[in-house]
């Protein structure tokens, strides 16, 4: 029986053209241990302040944009990457056209 598995040779391309005043998501891969989730931000769109109930994985494939984890700002560009444990806070907001893939890491208990 052959393996089983995901392969993406562009994540950009896995998104549609983001509208100027848009977020878009897209889940890419989806199993009992992850989720994958790409997004495309256009400039200064925001995901406001929120939580997520595991913990979680940031990378940032392009773009640049200001990120608060907690209380702490930072700024992301491409090759950014963000470990969260479950329930810290955060925000994100797009300064130019930004892609960021979000894994969601699922308790294996």
Do not use: W
């Amino acid at each position: 029986m052959p393996a089983e598995y995901s392969f993406f040779l562009d994540l950009v391309e896995e998104l549609p053209e983001i509208p100027s005043d848009s977020i878009i998501s897209r889940t890419i891969f989806s199993n009992d241990q992850v989720k994958v989730v790409l997004f495309g931000f256009a400039p200064k769109q925001e995901l406001s302040e929120h939580t997520a109930s595991m913990p979680a994985i940031l990378y940032f494939v392009t773009g640049e944009a200001h990120l608060t984890l907690g209380t702490d700002p930072m700024e992301a560009k491409a090759g950014t990457l963000v470990h969260m444990p479950a329930n810290l806070s955060h925000s994100i907001l797009a300064k130019i056209p930004t892609t960021m893939l979000l894994l969601l890491l699922r308790s294996t208990d």
